[in-house]
């Protein structure tokens, strides 16, 4: 199934991606095949992908490495980490072993060796996001690895031909004890253990741990340690390639053909780009809303529309980005175009009709796409705006309210805003403070999110109606909201359904 | 929508943010020079103090190279007007008394072989990291210096009160502003490689310290100093295999380790943090209890270290701190011992004899144990004692100095700012010997050059050969002659393979 709902580089630039299909398809006829589940990504991809593919690939990788770093950043343990990536792989980023006999095995390892190297491209640029790539990267492969089936683990590995050097007998006997004491294996035999040398610093977390034999600069690494010289090595190979990809990179044109969907995909990096789409607005439960409802679902608004709502309330008056964040949200949410009307003509007390309808209805007509161009017609207005997009856009001026109140807010504005609006548990504050000092914005918002539907969250947990996908990291203000009512209003008719019907073929693009 | 932007609504950038954040005042790159010529000039010490680091960087780059600077304090001495003569009365923070050390005494020469590991000049010396404190406590980041003779002239200009240094740069760090605006900034200013470096400090034993509080130091605590530097030296060598170590006495009551071996200096932050990690073993605050809990078998390295700390423990921990001689503390040994029946005996014991001695507190655990007052195994008991022994002997590292490619550390061969007794270096072959307290200070340095009446040969002699810093400044250059020697051949064997050894 090709997923359509997914937000894309701009159209314009898309044609230059020609250059980048001519780039992978310079073997087209070398379709690799993939003996192993498990990948070092040491050879680049020769065949011919589809546009489509090339885009989508990528995305679905970044989703996953964004998830991945999102458990980080709140201190999930490896166990919680493992089961709420299941879901999100399976999803994203399926990877099965030869052994579940699938059809799809070849596919699956395509998409993801392919969905490595076009993400290596575009996060090369810069040491940071180097350093991101890489760590998460490892993760992944530490988690896959763990995971796969043991006899094609075995495989995979005896194919990687990493030079290990191999301890003696002699060597064994001599050092014995010391080996047996380091790795705390009390009451084994040296003899019956493998054990490799290396240098120690292809194994830095198990000298950390003190869980190895360490002796002039060479570490003593026992059979079952494998697994973190494997991940080291991954770790080196990919750290070294793309060192070679940044020097690769700096001597392209800065106005190269590949940069925008490099520099695009790389922004995305910062936050997930989230797509807006019409499921959004397709709540079971939730019928068509009114103006009058407006004040009301506020309460299930994520703090960047209710700063604006609120605003809106206090000032009778929103400034123009705040305005069109507000409206495309508002649309986003299901206010029909007559009703978003009706709701700012209402809310600029102030205003005469004239001066309304003069300077202001045109605006939310055209937001909807009920006026414009061609183009802006077909499209439907413009795309309720997604949290990176809120995370990269200009801050605000004086008097201007727009954008995301966790980076646009001095901390102690935000606490109290968020005191406001009833989050009081002291601990949530304070992460929050470290969040937002850490530039993790998004990470911020979520953690409100989950404190503030802790209880709901628990309870479609236990029950199992919803699965780890359908509350993972949110990265769109409009998903805030959906998923927001949705645990507010459970058992009122919609339990479970949070993907708002049919997604898929049905679905539409609002672009 | 797009169409119709209204003037109130043109975007703004980040100066008028609607909602302020603390932003750090950031004045012209002049204010700089000001205050280097003031600091010339013997400043006022109530003058508030603003760390020059924060002015002078956007807001976030410096965060990511920390500087490892303590918090500057300040010095009462710099108030004073400076005396026009130097004599060993004169206090060492004299404006003077600086000047003739690093016009006189300061082996610039061999630090500069040291960073450089040659003698041609080259980057790994001119994209090295200086960081100056001046008199006034300004502190100045990212000095860098392409010759011994530059550093030198800026520092009798100058008179830090003392210097650190930081890693090797990809570029040079005065540049490094310029460098921000280029096109592929992340990467074109960041740093390459610094010597390994451990800290060790005596307040981190000031819970098992009884002789002394505070900065005083004598000799008995000292060897918790030279505890720390056998264990750690040994392991470093032993295990890690590395051979370039200089020990520094850090000038009041610790040492400093520079592992200088083109390895450790090449290796990243993780490979720091697991060396650091290795080395540690004392988990937890004050409040927190038993803080050795060893794994058995012991790792080799721990079964060493016990074997070289036990023989100290029965000296330095039982005679010399008596560590366990008041009720209070003797609680904690009791805390200490796993179990409840030897606990209750110990007790009793000690309550009709609240002062006993720490070594006969010690001997009491295993006389009780033997006439049957325990109920665990010995086994149990011999490793609750090791622990013991661990906790109170083995090295305490002030380890995030460690961990960072890009922590500063104080030079050696600079000069306290508080004892005025100069940062020398320790030799481990000797370190049972080391006297802190025998350290030459400044001002005696500078009274042994008068008073030197010995005859000059036909070469001319050099100022502090005339002291008693010779012998420290004769064993820094062996060590800088053994380090840049061993690598001479490295330097061939990559120019030989096509490799640009000087690349950065
Ligand atoms: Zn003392």
């Known amino acids: 199934m090709i997923r359509h709902d997914y937000s894309r580089v701009d159209p314009k630039r898309r044609a230059n991606l020609d250059y980048k299909k001519r780039q992978f398809a310079k073997a087209e006829f070398q379709q690799q095949n993939y003996n192993h589940r498990l990948n070092f990504y040491v050879l680049p991809p020769t065949a011919e992908i589809t546009l489509d593919e090339f885009e989508t690939w990528a995305i679905d990788r970044l989703k996953v490495l964004s998830e991945l770093e999102a458990c980080t950043f709140r201190n999930r343990s490896p166990e919680e980490t493992t089961e709420y990536m299941r879901g ?52 992944l492969f530490t988690l896959r690895f763990k995971d796969d089936d043991l006899r094609e683990r075995a495989d995979f590995v005896k194919s990687l031909e990493l030079e290990w050097e191999e301890v003696r007998e002699e060597e064994k006997r001599e050092l014995k004890e010391d080996l047996l004491a380091a790795s705390g294996m009390v009451g084994k035999k040296s003899e019956e253990q493998e054990w490799f040398k290396v240098d120690w610093e292809r194994v830095p977390e198990l000298v950390g741990q003190r869980r190895i034999l360490l002796k002039r600069g060479k570490a003593y690494v026992p059979q079952r340690e494998q697994m973190s010289l494997v991940v080291a090595e991954f770790t080196k190979k990919l750290d070294d390639a793309l060192e070679l990809t940044a020097r690769a990179l700096s001597e392209l044109d800065e106005d190269h053909r590949l940069s925008p969907i490099l520099t695009h995909l790389s922004q995305s990096f910062t936050t997930p780009d989230a797509p807006y789409s019409t499921s959004d607005a397709n709540i079971n439960g939730l019928s068509t809303i009114t103006h009058q409802q407006i004040d009301t679902l506020s309460q299930s608004f994520p703090l960047c529309m209710r700063n604006l709502h609120d605003t809106l309330r206090t000032t009778s008056h929103l ?23 009706i709701f700012w003509r209402r809310s600029f007390k102030l205003l005469t009709d004239e001066k309304f309808n003069k300077e202001y209805k045109y605006n939310i007509r055209h937001a909807y796409g009920d006026v414009g161009g061609d183009a802006n017609r077909r499209g439907r207005g413009y795309t309720p705006y997604s949290c990176q997009k809120l995370l990269t856009e200009p801050l605000p001026g004086p008097g201007q309210t727009h954008g995301c109140p966790y980076r646009t807010f001095a901390p102690d ?66 998903t805030w909201f959906k998923r927001s009512w949705l645990l507010k209003h459970l058992g009122e008719g919609n339990v479970g359904v949070v993907d708002g019907g049919a997604v898929g073929q049905g679905e539409k693009v609002v672009e | 929508m797009p169409h119709s932007v209204t003037p109130e609504s043109t975007p703004t950038d980040d100066s008028s943010r609607t909602v302020s954040q603390v932003d750090t005042v950031k004045p012209d790159p002049e204010t700089q020079d000001v205050a280097m010529e003031d600091a010339l000039t013997p400043p006022e010490t109530d003058k508030p103090k603003v760390k020059l680091e924060d002015i002078f960087d956007d807001e976030d780059s410096d965060e990511e190279f920390p500087s490892s600077a303590p918090i500057a304090t300040s010095q009462d001495a710099f108030s004073q007007p400076p005396p026009i003569q130097i004599t060993s009365q004169s206090s060492f923070s004299d404006s003077n008394v600086m000047r003739a050390f690093y016009q006189r005494l300061f082996p610039f020469r061999p630090l500069f072989q040291w960073l450089n590991h040659s003698a041609t000049p080259s980057n790994d010396f001119a994209h090295r990291e200086f960081a100056f404190t001046l008199p006034n406590d300004a502190y100045l980041r990212y000095q860098a210096f392409p010759t011994a003779d530059l550093l030198r002239k800026r520092c009798i200009e100058m008179l830090p009160s003392r210097f650190e240094i930081g890693p090797v740069y990809s570029a040079n760090p005065q540049d490094r502003k310029s460098l921000k605006n280029t096109l592929k900034k992340a990467n074109a200013f960041r740093p390459l490689m610094k010597e390994l470096v451990f800290d060790i400090d005596m307040t981190d034993y000031d819970d098992i310290r009884t002789c002394c509080t505070g900065a005083s130091i004598c000799l008995k605590c000292w060897s918790f100093i030279t505890m720390a530097i056998k264990t750690i030296d040994i392991a470093l060598r032993e295990d890690f295999g590395f051979r370039h170590i200089l020990w520094v006495y850090s000038g009041r009551r610790g040492a400093h380790a520079w ?85 209750s005996a110990l007790q009793k ?29 010995p086994k149990e008991l011999l490793e609750a004692k090791q622990d013991i022994i661990l906790e109170y002997t083995y090295p305490r590292l002030d380890a995030e100095v460690s961990k ?16 005025g007794r100069v940062c020398v270096p320790i030799d481990t072959r000797n370190v049972e010997e080391f006297d802190p307290l025998g350290v030459p200070t400044v001002t005696q340095l500078l009274q042994e050059i008068d008073d030197w009446r010995g005859e000059e040969g036909e070469k001319k002699m050099q100022d502090w050969e005339k002291t008693s810093l010779k012998p420290y400044v004769d064993y820094f250059r062996r060590f800088v002659a053994a380090l840049v020697e061993e690598e001479k051949p490295t330097l061939k064997r990559e120019r030989e393979k096509g490799v640009d050894a000087m690349e950065f």
């Not at chain 1, 596919?107 to 760590?135: C, N, P, Q, V």
């Not at chain 1, 999110?449 to 359908?470: A, L, N, P, Q, Y």
């Not at chain 2, 720091?272 to 927190?288: H, I, N, P, W």
Request: aromatic share 6%; charged share 30%.
């Open chain 2, 349 to 377: 014991k000690w309550d009709s004899a609240p002062s006993r001695p720490s070594a006969n507190k010690w001997s009491d655990i295993d006389a009780l144990a033997k006439s049957g007052a325990l109920s665990k195994t």
């Open chain 1, 413 to 478: 504005n935000l606490v109290s805003v968020l005191q406001r609006v009833g989050v009081n548990d002291r601990e949530v504050l304070k992460t929050v403070r470290e969040d937002v000092g850490k530039q993790r914005y998004h990470v911020a918002c979520n953690r409100v999110f989950e404190w503030s539907h802790k209880r709901e969250i628990r309870k479609v947990k236990e029950d199992g109606s919803w699965g780890t996908s359908d509350l993972d990291t949110i990265v769109h203000p409009n």
């Open chain 1, 319 to 341: 400034k123009h980005y705040g305005r069109l964040q507000y409206t495309l949200f508002l649309k986003g949410i299901g206010l029909p175009l007559d009703e978003c009307i």
């Open chain 2, 259 to 343: 592992v200088c071996d083109k390895r450790a200096r090449q290796m990243d932050d993780q490979k720091r943090r697991s060396v650091a990690s290795y080395l540690e073993l004392l988990k937890g605050g004050d409040q927190s209890g038993k803080k050795v809990n060893a794994r058995r078998p012991l790792h080799p390295h721990l079964e060493r270290s016990l074997a070289i700390l036990k023989e100290h423990f029965q000296t330095s921990i039982l005679a010399e701190q008596d560590p366990w001689v008041t009720e209070e503390k003797a609680a904690h040994l009791l805390n200490l011992i796993p179990d409840p029946t030897l606990r």
């Open chain 2, 404 to 419: 960072k490619l890009n922590h500063l550390l104080k030079s050696p061969f600079v000069v306290h700012p508080g004892t």
């Open chain 1, 88 to 139: 999100i792989l399976d999803k994203y980023l399926p990877l099965r072993s030869d052994s579940s006999r699938s059809q799809k095995l070849q596919e699956e390892r395509r998409k993801d060796h392919y969905s490595h190297f076009i993400l290596r491209l575009a996060f090369s640029s810069t040491e940071d996001l180097r350093r991101r790539f890489s760590r998460l990267e490892t993760m």
